[in-house]
């Protein structure tokens, strides 16, 4: 009897599509130990997958959710499918536990996301010189000054605060975004929503309503919401008065406001939960990915070097008057920056998307409406095949296997061997201003500081790195180096 009732169960808890089951160790294992394995070895069970059925997909149980991990050959035939059939919009949030931190409005809209492609990103030029004097006056107020000794600082706690202030430059305008409160206020936002995922994701759905409660990010985060309400909620009445003058100004709240094709695109409150949701998917991975650029360069000073030089011959050559296309064209950096994305990148895995019609894939893998998919981003990234020894860092590995392509998928592109954006349609909307912004930053701070860190008892350095958690791969706020300013530097003032 007991048999016959565990083998009934065991067939309605398992799938029929035979494809085979990574980190769940029979079907009615209760789905907290998928969750806690995959939080803390999510990058061991990735790996062991890979090397068991690369070229296959294979289902990976998250714990949150079963996902059909799919080889990098099927992503061209799904991107050719219509967006009714295949969207990102409700795996995307809940993911990022959107139900508990309020993302979740990414589940009803797009609006954002077209508005940063095809407003933002044209825009980028004219947002320049604010972004480049919002990045010059955060350097001189947060970076020490002190040529002779070292400062240990907390790298992440700082360059947050620069980052906040230019995305809030983006998302609300020049006019708000040198407001301190503002800037304090989108960065514990993304601090807040991303702490609450990392916490919650470990418990089981019925639990995190009551236990989010009993952490202080959420009551925090609420405290934000709330007053972040208030600002954009009042912004939002006040340019809604006279769009025509007041919405000209370069900014994501003006373009959603001038652009909305229903009632609700323009509504205060969604207004506020959608610029809430771009700190948090904006700030927190711009400026961990920053933190990576320099700890691995401070790593490896053979690199820095040849970086640091080509920042100093561009600086000459373009007589200090830096824009686009200077910062575009520093080769050597946009190498080094691909590499540390490759090691650390955000989130491993990438092309999540929920399947909403049926599909038939060239192999005959029938997926149903209501199921998720994905691929592992980090998979690839760490394929001998795709990168040559690619646990090896090489901060000119792209620069130098060819550089002619190099140039024409420079890091901003979606087209690299890796999908450090993501893939297709709903790629990151906002790579292109963290790859410009994330270069305004690095150039400054590469050519007027050095970067060490500290040893241990044995005398052997200790870099901060990205630890990982569940999928995403994002540099600890308490990390730490030790800073000083160069005296000898090319005097870069944006
Ligand atoms: C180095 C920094 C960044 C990295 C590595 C990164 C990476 C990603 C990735 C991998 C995705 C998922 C795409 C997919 O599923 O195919 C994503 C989504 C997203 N990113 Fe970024 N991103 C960065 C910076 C930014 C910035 C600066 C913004 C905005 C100001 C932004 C806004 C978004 C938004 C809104 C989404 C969700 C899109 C949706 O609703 O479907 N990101 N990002």
Avoid at 141 to 161: A, C, G, K, Y
Wanted: net charge positive; hydrophobic share 40%; with cysteine.
């Amino acid at each position: 009897m007991l048999f016959s009732i565990l083998w009934l169960s065991q067939s309605l808890f398992s799938y029929d599509d035979d494809l085979p089951i990574v980190n769940r160790n029979w079907a009615l294992e209760p789905r907290i130990f998928s969750r806690w394995r995959w939080a803390f070895g999510s990058e061991k069970i990735l790996d062991a997958a890979y090397s068991k059925y690369k070229g296959r997909p294979y289902r990976l149980a998250r714990g949150d959710v079963d996902i059909v991990i799919l080889p990098d050959e099927f992503i061209g035939e799904l991107n050719k499918m219509p967006q009714s059939a295949i969207t990102s919009r409700k795996i995307l949030s809940s993911s990022m536990t959107g139900y508990l931190n309020g993302m979740n409005v990414l589940d009803k809209t797009h609006h954002h996301f077209r508005m940063l492609l095809t407003r933002g990103t044209p825009a980028l030029p004219e947002l320049l010189p604010s972004i480049m004097s919002r990045v010059q006056s955060a350097t001189k107020n947060i970076f020490p000054h002190d040529t002779h000794s070292w400062t240990e600082v907390r790298l992440m706690t700082q360059i947050v605060r620069s980052i906040g202030q230019v995305v809030t430059l983006v998302t609300l305008g020049s006019s708000m975004c040198d407001n301190p409160e503002l800037i304090r206020l989108s960065c514990e936002h993304s601090t807040n929503a991303f702490a609450i995922t990392f916490l919650m994701r470990l418990a089981p759905r019925f639990l995190q309503p009551i236990l989010v409660w009993l952490t202080p990010f959420k009551w925090r985060l609420e405290r934000g919401w709330k007053r972040l309400e208030d600002i954009v909620v009042s912004e939002t009445q006040y340019r809604k008065q006279d769009p025509a003058t007041r919405c000209k100004n370069p900014d994501l709240l003006s373009w959603m406001i001038a652009e909305a094709k229903t009632k609700e695109e323009a509504d205060g409150c969604t207004l506020t939960r959608i610029i809430g949701s771009v700190f948090a998917a904006g700030i927190w991975s711009t400026a961990a990915f920053i933190a990576g650029v320099l700890t691995d360069l401070a790593a490896h000073p053979h690199f820095l070097t040849e970086i640091r030089q080509e920042i100093r011959d561009k600086h000459e050559r373009i007589g200090g008057n830096w824009d686009a296309l200077a910062f575009n064209s520093l080769d050597k950096l946009d190498s080094a920056m691909k590499e540390t994305v490759r090691f650390a990148p955000g989130t491993m895995l990438v092309y999540s998307r929920n399947i909403e019609e049926p599909i038939t894939l060239s192999n005959g893998l029938q997926l149903q409406p209501g199921q998720t998919i994905s691929t592992s981003g980090r998979s690839r990234a760490m394929d001998a095949s795709v990168f040559c020894s690619p646990r090896q860092y090489d901060a000119l590995r792209s620069y130098n296997e060819d550089l002619q392509k190099h140039r024409t998928q420079p890091f901003r592109s979606i087209e690299g061997k890796d999908h450090r954006w993501g893939v297709g349609r709903w790629a990151c909307p906002g790579r292109n201003l963290a790859s410009l912004l994330s270069k305004v930053v690095l150039v400054k701070l590469l050519d007027e500081y050095d970067f060490a860190f500290k040893t241990d008892k044995n005398g052997a350095m200790k870099q901060p790195k990205a630890p990982i958690m569940h999928e995403f791969v994002l540099m600890s706020p308490k990390a730490t180096v030790l800073v000083r300013r160069r005296e000898q530097n090319s005097g870069i003032f944006y």
